[in-house]
């Protein structure tokens, strides 16, 4: 299995203070159509056994964005496209993308991964930077989730957000089909997120209610049969291990990274995940082959340790 991640370009239509991207990688554009052609066909030679996740900034934005599907789709390659969703509310674009994967492909290794930060327009608004973001990625959803797609609503748990997580979920449950699944996750304080880290803050040992709130209320709707929910990014040890059914490990291992770069012509490069268990607390824990662990600048961040880490023995 071969896994890459492929960020088109870093211009966005969204502002957010939430951004792990910095100043400096924004400054680096777009790729070029020359360069992208030529990493999409040295890709493609993988085949079906190819897991591509298509980002930027908005990778709808960028003009080679829909022959890129159009080319990954003939391999039959596994697509995952992360995307602030906006673009999908004008439904004739939804449309172009179906048709740009082609007749053939088979759907079901489709996915589209869009943050909503909140089902309360002011606080989704707040964290992107753009008044009206809010309508536009929930038609945007809308219209995917009309045409059958597979769509996972991303949350980023933060300070701003953690009080209408529940209600988040009763929005998704109530107004979208179970296409529509939900996926909770820890924030990497990086690029501009650092800079807000004040605002967006909230340790481990304040996000763990407020999670298992959100799952008891997912729990308790009737009409979630085979709808997905996942925690990623975030340590098993700050919720009960009940909950511990809806974790996924993310880490793939080592990850080709294709992103724009003026500092060399060498646009690709292979990195691995800044989430692990790679502590001194973690070593002694039962369940670290488990876990995905702690972003590294959460724990740079917070100096009380036992606030982001709690030791667990299980007996097997």
Same mark, same amino acid.
């Given at each position: 299995?071969?896994?890459?991640?492929?960020?088109?370009?870093?211009?966005?239509?969204?502002?957010?203070?939430?951004?792990?991207?910095?100043?400096?990688?924004?400054?680096?554009?777009?790729?070029?159509?020359?360069?992208?052609? @030529?990493?999409?066909? +040295?890709?493609? $030679?993988?085949?079906?056994?190819? =897991?591509?996740?298509? !980002?930027?900034?908005?990778?709808? *934005?960028?003009?080679?964005?829909?022959?890129?599907?159009?080319?990954?789709?003939?391999?039959?390659?596994?697509?995952?496209?992360?995307?602030?969703?906006?673009?999908?509310?004008?439904?004739?674009?939804?449309?172009?993308?179906?048709?740009?994967?082609?007749? @053939?492909?088979?759907? +079901?290794?489709? $996915?589209?991964?869009?943050?909503? =930060?909140?089902?309360? !327009?002011?606080?989704?608004?707040? *964290?992107?930077?753009?008044?009206?973001?809010?309508?536009?990625?929930?038609?945007?959803?809308?219209?995917?989730?009309?045409?059958?797609?597979?769509?996972?609503?991303?949350?980023?748990?933060?300070?701003?957000?953690?009080?209408?997580?529940?209600?988040?979920?009763?929005?998704?449950?109530?107004?979208?089909?179970?296409?529509?699944?939900?996926?909770?996750?820890?924030?990497?304080?990086?690029?501009?997120?650092?800079?807000?880290?004040?605002?967006?803050?909230?340790?481990?040992?304040?996000?763990?209610?407020?999670?298992?709130?959100?799952?008891?209320?997912?729990?308790?709707?009737?009409?979630?049969?085979?709808?997905?929910?996942?925690?990623?990014?975030?340590?098993?040890?700050?919720?009960?291990?009940?909950?511990?059914?809806?974790?996924?490990?993310?880490?793939?291992?080592?990850?080709?990274?294709?992103?724009?770069?003026?500092?060399?012509?060498?646009?690709?490069?292979?990195?691995?995940?800044?989430?692990?268990?790679?502590?001194?607390?973690?070593?002694?824990?039962?369940?670290?082959?488990?876990?995905?662990?702690?972003?590294?600048?959460?724990?740079?961040?917070?100096?009380?340790?036992?606030?982001?880490?709690?030791?667990?023995?299980?007996?097997?």
């Amino acid at each position: 299995m071969v896994n890459s991640y492929f960020a088109l370009g870093y211009k966005c239509n969204h502002n957010c203070i939430n951004c792990p991207l910095s100043t400096f990688d924004r400054l680096h554009g777009q790729l070029n159509q020359k360069v992208i052609q @030529e990493n999409v066909n +040295n890709l493609v $030679k993988n085949g079906d056994d190819l =897991h591509v996740t298509i !980002s930027g900034g908005e990778p709808t *934005l960028h003009p080679e964005f829909l022959n890129v599907l159009g080319v990954l789709g003939e391999s039959n390659a596994f697509i995952t496209v992360l995307s602030n969703g906006t673009r999908c509310a004008d439904m004739s674009f939804v449309d172009l993308m179906i048709d740009s994967l082609g007749e @053939e492909y088979d759907f +079901n290794r489709f $996915k589209y991964i869009t943050a909503i =930060h909140s089902n309360r !327009s002011e606080i989704h608004d707040l *964290l992107t930077g753009v008044e009206g973001s809010f309508k536009e990625s929930i038609s945007g959803i809308k219209n995917l989730d009309s045409r059958h797609l597979n769509i996972m609503i991303k949350h980023i748990m933060n300070k701003k957000s953690l009080s209408s997580m529940k209600d988040l979920v009763n929005f998704v449950t109530d107004f979208y089909s179970n296409n529509v699944g939900l996926q909770f996750c820890s924030m990497d304080f990086s690029g501009r997120c650092r800079k807000n880290v004040g605002e967006l803050y909230a340790s481990n040992d304040i996000i763990g209610p407020y999670l298992e709130e959100s799952l008891d209320e997912f729990e308790r709707k009737k009409d979630n049969c085979g709808r997905r929910l996942e925690i990623i990014e975030t340590p098993l040890c700050i919720v009960d291990p009940y909950y511990w059914k809806y974790y996924c490990l993310s880490g793939l291992g080592k990850l080709e990274y294709i992103a724009p770069n003026e500092e060399s012509e060498n646009n690709r490069s292979t990195i691995t995940s800044s989430c692990h268990t790679n502590y001194l607390e973690c070593q002694d824990c039962d369940v670290k082959s488990y876990c995905d662990g702690v972003w590294e600048s959460t724990y740079e961040i917070e100096k009380d340790k036992s606030k982001v880490l709690q030791k667990v023995k299980v007996i097997i």
